[in-house]
């Protein structure tokens, strides 16, 4: 049975940082591709970053370049995402998916974690 719990979230003042947390069991972590998405409200599920198997490829969300770092730690069944220089417009709920990664692209599976309010005040 898959599992991923968020943990992490919280309010902060723009500027400021966070860093979401998301254990996963259930699956082969260390081969798995894993995500984190957002979906603010009103708005689609936007994938925020990528991370890839040992963690030599990762991708961005061209909105979170610079500012976001995905990370993962096999021996712990753990993906972060360190979220820097946060912004009202990163209000959301942040959710891990863990998928796999064909050419080039990542494909999420039906697997979610409940997610985590981040939220962002000017």
């Known amino acids: 049975q898959v599992q991923l719990v968020e943990s992490g979230g919280g309010l902060v003042q723009a500027g400021g940082s966070l860093r979401l947390s998301c254990a996963a069991s259930?699956?082969?972590?260390?081969?798995?591709?894993m995500a984190w998405y957002r979906q603010a409200p009103g708005k689609q599920r936007e994938l925020v970053a990528f991370i890839i198997g040992g963690g030599f490829i990762t991708n961005y969300a061209d909105s979170v370049k610079g500012r976001f770092t995905i990370s993962r730690d096999n021996a712990k069944n753990t993906v972060y995402l360190q979220m820097n220089s946060l912004k009202p417009d990163d209000t959301a709920v942040y959710l891990c998916n863990t998928g796999t990664y064909s050419r080039g692209s990542y494909v999420s599976s039906n697997y979610w974690g409940q997610g985590t309010q981040v939220t962002v005040s000017s």
């Open positions: 259930g699956i082969t972590f260390n081969v798995n591709a």
